[in-house]
Structures are given as structure tokens and as C-alpha cells.
């Protein structure tokens, strides 16, 4: 597994100014992204095989990234449905699906479930897509992600979990809301400002936010095993569970 230092290089090398505004806007995401890769990277290192990961919401390729850097022996169907995100990806990403390792599908994540076999794929892997459903479409996500799973299979996903306290959770998003004013405004990015801004206020509606206890309990009901929420950072967080 690279290091720190190393994967950093790898994403700004191939990634570019995506990787690195990510990191300017919201830095804990792209650690995130890393996570999500870490997880993938220690599943493989178990398993003495190829494997198939699905990615739901590959956007611009970050998360690709570190899970195609996280074993040589897995593929990778990346999964999104904007077109300008996946070319960006398709560009920059273009040598490992030279190489067949990666597809990308521009479906919507439950289209391209349902399209699947049941017990077909090994993991599962996402980063700040979830948070994005509406609760009723991500209910139906989760039991399709359950479907499609082999037994011993991994759910990974590195996404915005609210706190249970609302209090110390609204506390935590006036940060990082501070943060965003401090960071754009320092670049004149007013414009990038108020996208972030006007996206929070979808990601904090109560028909979208993913609140700790409810998500974890929810994968559990869905028939998810050793469930768990790890590397929390602010109101990021790393959730696991294996068919």
C-alpha cells in the first residue's frame, strides 16, 4: 500500500487540479476518498483473486483512483450519471481502461443495481454519493447493494453521516461553512461559493441527510453484517459492512 506522501503525488499527477481543489474546498473529503481506498487495499490483500468492485457516483475519478491503486487484481465498474464528471474521469483515468481494469456506466446508480446478477460483486465502494439520494431511492440502493453482493462481500463508503446530536452536528456544519467563506473567498471564487453553499442546504434537508444511528441500523435491517462507522472526521465518516 503507498503511503501518504505518495499517494498524494499519484493524485495530482493524474488527477491535476481536481484532486487539488478538492482538497483547497474540502479537505477532508479527499482524505476520505483515500479511506475508501485503504478499505479496498485491505479487502483485496484477504482475498486470492480478482476482484469486481462496483463504484456508485465515480464523479471526476478521485475515489477511482485510490481503489484502482489499491490492488492490481481488481476491476473497476464505475458508476455515474453526469456526463461532464465521468468524461473528466474517462480522460484521466484513461490508462487503466486501456488496460480493461476500468468501465465507466453513465446510468443511475439503482438502474445499473438492478441491471446486475445477484452475488456478482465483490465490493461495493462509494464516496460523497449517498448523501446526495433522497432517503426513499437510498433505501432502495442499500437492498440492491445487499443483492448484488457475493456472501463475504464489502459495502464501503466514505460520506457525510450527520451526528445523532443535532445540536453538536449543526455546531460542526457552521464550521464548515466558515471554512468554505474562508478558503474561496481567499481565491475570489465567490461563484464556487455559492454552488457549495446552495448544495449544503440539499445536503442538510431532513429527506436527505444520513444521521449515524438510522444509516447504520438501516444497512443492519437490509441483512448487513459487522456494521461499523469508523475515522470520523467532523461529519465525515467511513461505514463498513460485509454480507
Not at 466514505?158 to 464548515?176: K, N
Request: hydrophobic share 40%; charged share 25%.
Amino acid at each position: 500500500m503507498m503511503n501518504d506522501k505518495q499517494l498524494e503525488a499519484m493524485f495530482s499527477g493524474v488527477i491535476g487540479t481536481e484532486y487539488d481543489t478538492l482538497k483547497l474546498i474540502c479537505p477532508l473529503a479527499a482524505k476520505m476518498s483515500q479511506l475508501v481506498g485503504d478499505a479496498v487495499a485491505d479487502y483485496a490483500s484477504k482475498e486470492a483473486k480478482e476482484l469486481h468492485v462496483l463504484e456508485l457516483g465515480g464523479g471526476t475519478g478521485i475515489t477511482t483512483l485510490s481503489i484502482l491503486l489499491a490492488n492490481e487484481a481488481l476491476s473497476v465498474l464505475s458508476v455515474d450519471s453526469e456526463p461532464t464528471m465521468q468524461n473528466q474521469a474517462k480522460q484521466s483515468l484513461k490508462q487503466w481502461s486501456d488496460a480493461g481494469r476500468l468501465t465507466f456506466d453513465g446510468r443511475d446508480a439503482l438502474s445499473v443495481l438492478k441491471s446486475l446478477e445477484s452475488d456478482s460483486i465483490d465490493m461495493v465502494a462509494s464516496a460523497y454519493t449517498l448523501h446526495n439520494f433522497l432517503d426513499s431511492y437510498r433505501a432502495e440502493v442499500i437492498q440492491e447493494i445487499y443483492r448484488v453482493l457475493k456472501k463475504g462481500g464489502q459495502f464501503v463508503n466514505g460520506d457525510r453521516y450527520g451526528l445523532d446530536d443535532i445540536s453538536a452536528h449543526t455546531r460542526m456544519i457552521q464550521q464548515e461553512v466558515s471554512g468554505y467563506f474562508k478558503a474561496l473567498i481567499a481565491i475570489s471564487k465567490l461563484d464556487v461559493l455559492e454552488h457549495w453553499i446552495v448544495h449544503l442546504f440539499s445536503d442538510e434537508s431532513e429527506n436527505h441527510v444520513m444521521r449515524e444511528s438510522f444509516s447504520l441500523q438501516q444497512l443492519a435491517d437490509s441483512g448487513f453484517e459487522q456494521v461499523k462507522l469508523a475515522h470520523r472526521q467532523e461529519v465525515n465518516a467511513l461505514v463498513s459492512a460485509f454480507k
